[in-house]
């Protein structure tokens, strides 16, 4: 008897893969027979430099936040919406976002989104970025 009688190799697929599946490997074990797992490195996806980010997220002693709002600004869009007797789910519905959106700017929890502040800018009326932050938006065209 040689070594190939010994070897039994579970196979579905043509090609000569094995199989992963756990039940066929636990019931290749019961019988006896030899079975071969291996463990491949970076296996699904593309993580090349992996250790390398780890490395560099181990040396990095600067702690990174996304910026959030300012509170002024969430204060302004809460008294912008207020003036128009509208509700956050009213503002949120004119500007195609979700009641969620409004309320997190409102408290200063959003990350600052410059299309949104623009929609808020021209329905509410009131300027939120810039130097003039408060000042009324100027009903003015494009400029050509």
Do not use: F
């Amino acid at each position: 008897m040689s070594w190939v009688d010994d070897t039994v190799t579970l196979s579905k697929r043509p090609g000569g893969r094995g199989t992963s599946n756990a039940k066929a490997v636990n019931e290749a074990k019961r019988t006896g027979a030899a079975v071969e797992t291996t463990a491949k490195y970076g296996a699904g996806g593309n993580h090349a430099h992996a250790q390398m980010d780890a490395a560099k997220l181990d040396r990095e002693t600067e702690e990174l936040k996304h910026k959030r709002l300012d509170a002024n600004v969430g204060k302004l869009i809460a008294q912008g919406r207020a003036a128009k007797g509208w509700s956050q789910k009213d503002l949120a519905t004119r500007i195609c976002e979700k009641p969620v959106v409004i309320q997190e700017m409102e408290q200063g929890k959003a990350i600052p989104n410059q299309q949104i502040l623009g929609k808020i800018e021209r329905n509410i009326g009131i300027k939120l970025r810039g130097k003039n932050i408060g000042d009324p938006l100027s009903q003015g065209g494009k400029k050509k």
